[in-house]
Structure formats: C-alpha cells, structure tokens
C-alpha cells in the first residue's frame, strides 16, 4: 500500500471550463494514461446539465467506455438528485457531492441553500448506499470564498459533522480558488480529521497563487493522506495564460516521492499523462517539475 | 520591527547569468524600486571577475552609483580577497562571501577547496570587522549540489560551526539549485539556528520546482526571520524560459502578509519593482502572485 492516495481530477475539474472542445476519445486516453501512470482513483466527469457545462455533456458515455479499464476506480461528481439518477446502470466507484461553505457560492454555483443540497445529498447517500456506491462529501471554498472573502471555520465544520454524522464514505476539503494559507491548511485538517476519526479526508488544491505545494505539505503533516490533483494543472480559470489552476499531480507526486512518502504512481508515465493533458487544455500550462525534468531529457 | 526581513537579490543573483546586457542605470532604477517598497537591504552586485561574469563589470560603479539612497543598506556579493579590496571607498553596508557545501562545486565555481577559501575568509572577515563592514557567510548547494549530488547535513554544520566560532554577523544558507524539500529545510535550519544562537541566519531559496513558498513557510517555522528572494523570481538559469528562477519576493511577501506576519513591504509598489525586473531578465518570468495581481487590475 502506498503512504499516500492521489486522486487526479483533470479530466473533471481540469477540462470542465475550458472552451477549447475536448472529444470523448481524447478524455479517454487521457484516464487510460493516469491509470497506465498508476492513478488508478480519477474523478472522470461531472453529471451537470450539458447546457451549463457542455464540456461535460458526454459524460454518461465517457463513463460508459471506461467500463473495461479494470484499474480504474472512476469517480463522479454530482450536484443534484438528477445528476445521481444519470449514473444508474453505469460501473461508478463513488460520487464525488459538492457544496460550498458559503451560501453565495452555492446560490451561484448550484442554485441552492446550503440546507436545500444537504437534504437532497442524504437521499442520495441513503440511494448510494443501497446501490453499493461509495460517496463523497465536498465542502467548495472551505478556505476563502470569492464572494464573501474570508470564511468561518465553523462554517464548514458543522457541515462536515453533519456528514459524517450521516455515514458519509469520504470527506473532501475543497481550496476551490486556491487562497488557502500552509497555517490556515493546518488548523482547518486537523479539527476536520478530529471530527472524521476513521472516514478518510481528502484535500482538493488550487495553485492560484502558488501556494498548493505548501499547502498539501501542511495538509499532510496534519494527518491528511489523500489529494485531489490535477495532471499537468489544467483547471482553473482558462481565461488566464500563465495563471496556475489545480495543483499539478506531477508537482505533488515529485514532492511526496523526493521525501520517501510512496505514492505508487510511475513518475515518467505521469510525465507523460501530463503532456497529453496539457495538450488537451487550452491554457496548455506547464507544471513546474514536469519543466524541470522534460527540459533534463532534452539534454538542456 | 517588522516581524520577518526580506532581502532582495535580483538586480545580483536575478541579472548575474542573464546574457541580455543590464546598464547601470537600470539596475540603479531596480535597487530605487524595491528600497521605493521598502525592501532596505538590497543585494546589489557582485565583485567577481568582469571575463566571468560580464553583467557584474560595473559592481564599483554600481555601488558608487547608491551612495545617495539614505534607506539602502546595500550587500555585495564577494568571491575573494580581491574583490573584498575592490569594495574599499565605497559605501557597502555588508558583504556576502560564499562557499559551497560541496568540493566539486568550490571547485568549478570559485576554483579554491572549502579550506582555501575558509582561510581567504578569515582574513577577509579580520579585514572587514576593522573597516566596520558586516559580513554574512553564505552556504552554496546546502541542500543538494548538481555535481555531487545528495548533500550530508554534517558538511554545511561543520563550515557553519567554524564561521560561527569565527565571529560572522550572518550565516546564510542557500538553496542554490532548487532541490530542497520541506522536511529538509525544517531539519537543515533547526540545526544551524542551534549553532548560530543569537547571530542572524538567511536562508536563499530558488522555485525551479516549485516548492520554493512551501520550503520558506517551514524555514520560517524553524525559526529563520530572514529571507533572501529575487523579485519577479528572477535569476535561475537563464537558457529555460518558463523555468522558475529564484524564489519570487513578491510570492514570498504574499505569503507572510496573508498570515499576518509583517515584513514592512509596500506591496502594491513591489509588484511595481518586480514587473521592472521581469523587464530586466531575459526569462521575463511572472512570479505567481504578480500573475494573479495584475491580471485582476487589468479587470481578468
């Protein structure tokens, strides 16, 4: 067993905003290439109505030709009943249910109440639950939010007690604008994993502000063993070149992997899953280490 | 008192290696800029040799050029006894003499043994204390070397001991290649602080893969309070655009400003000195929150 979990999110969250069309076959290669790496948990897509998100208008097909990679545990997000009812019949692992900590974000985002999706969530845990499909419970924003700015510890500690409460699978802390602080990443995991005990924690990263390395340092020491990466770091606003979006898996698999932490993930295979994923996105970023080592194969 | 002390080394380490030719005045433009932000001490040249190092042939003029900006407290790197001597008659508030952790690396870099230049540096220091001039005694590849490889904390422990003994006003310990992780820097700079007692430690960083901000936030929970950076992050190797230099001031001060911790920079007017000195480099780099900064000015 590897010493810590990754799970690679760049076909949801790293392709979900970007305009540039990304086909069914190329979202594809891009799992075939994590799994190949040894990422074998990947959020694959999000059931969101296409109209809101057309870059993820194919995801009932996508996850159907998935079904042969033995390898894979293909994860979902989910905002709504509806989205759940669209993942019947298909080979999912786990749905991955998303809330802010905020209700300006979740008005925006999802067009609910922080109550409204916690009532709908349970139906759909206790749904999950007798469908043998684990879930995940995502608080967005858990550290800023870029509509009510600073966001209150309590805030997201109460929601995570009341899933856990419920007997969610897993419990994900989301720095969904990448404004999170290494002290504040510290403070916040260590009361989430109080409050969690034996159901796993994982930390979802941005690199916004180039930060996300330091902030999963944090998070680790706090006890948190799991992180949502992104290949490449795809993701994040696509409007802004040069800008960082999701922490890059390569960046988080180098640090993990220089320090002795084993991840079991093949770092040239990443290497490579990185490349393709960058090609798919329209910012085309270039993650740190991934810079580092391709420039080295060059022989520059 | 600011909390944490910053001392930029761009218009030095940022411009050194870069081919594109810097004049006076826009290195003098530079140092006006971050003093401007209130970044006091400025490392602001250095006295190699003008063949080895053509952008640094006007260190004298340089200096010289300073000697009016009442708030500057102006560093020069120093290689030998020679340079040391070209410093005479100028105002130098501190000179940083630099050893490798590493043979080969003396070897390559200043062509002297660690004893050679220990014994050079003694007889500088001798020198210096009786001109009234600082002397800080910096640490190269501390934390890995491009030759050797792996560095044993012994070897900088041992030069930080003597240099100590010797009575230094500073120690400095750089992170010359980049290749530090956090767990090392926590454990790196809990022993030197030890040896160092109450004389001030530096720690030098460089981004090249990308954990420059993470190995920062655990110097400074070591207990470092001083910090050398480069503004925009420049510097590194020039040949690699996109390729991270040194440790950007601008992403550094973000940091401790988000958590409270202050470092007397106006950062409005440092992003101003750090989007000249991108000007300056060839790598025209964007540190990661000058990025996200000026973008959101621009109204992105």
Redesign the interface.
């Known amino acids: 067993m590897p010493d810590v979990t990754i799970i690679d999110v760049s076909p949801r969250d790293g392709l979900q905003n970007d305009p540039k069309p990304v086909s069914t076959e190329e979202k594809q290669q891009l799992v075939r290439m994590l799994v190949d790496a040894g990422v074998e948990k990947v959020e694959v897509t999000s059931f969101v109505h296409p109209k809101k998100v057309p870059q993820m208008a194919d995801a009932k097909e996508l996850v159907h030709s998935l079904a042969h990679m033995e390898d894979l545990e293909p994860i979902v997000l989910i905002p709504n009943l509806k989205g759940y009812e669209r993942t019947k019949e298909l080979r999912v692992s786990e749905i991955n249910w998303v809330s802010a900590a905020t209700e300006t974000f979740n008005a925006k985002n999802i067009g609910m109440s922080i109550d409204e999706n916690m009532e709908q969530f349970l139906k759909v845990l206790g749904e999950a639950k007798q469908d043998g499909i684990k879930t995940c419970f995502s608080v967005a924003v858990s550290f800023g939010c870029p509509y009510e700015g600073e966001v209150d510890e309590e805030q997201v500690l109460r929601i995570v007690r009341r899933v856990k409460e419920a007997g969610v699978d897993r419990i994900g802390i989301a720095d969904t604008i990448g404004i999170a602080?290494?002290?504040q990443v510290e403070r916040l995991m260590s009361k989430v994993l109080e409050i969690a005990g034996t159901t796993p924690v994982t930390i979802h990263l941005h690199?916004?502000?180039?930060?996300?390395?330091?902030n999963?340092?944090?998070a680790y020491r706090a006890g948190v063993r799991i992180f949502e990466t992104s290949a490449s770091g795809i993701g994040g606003c696509p409007?802004?070149p040069?800008?960082?979006g999701n922490l890059?898996t390569e960046?988080l698999v180098?640090?993990f992997e220089?320090?002795n932490i084993s991840t079991g993930i093949d770092f040239e295979k990443l290497l490579d899953a990185a490349d393709y994923a960058a090609i798919l996105s329209s910012k085309n970023p270039?993650?740190?280490?991934r810079?580092?080592e391709r420039?080295k194969e060059k022989g520059?």
């Open positions: 602080t290494p002290d690199d916004t502000r180039g930060l996300g390395l330091a999963a340092y944090m409007f802004a040069g800008a960082a890059a960046d180098y640090l220089r320090m270039l993650g740190r280490i810079h580092v420039k520059n």
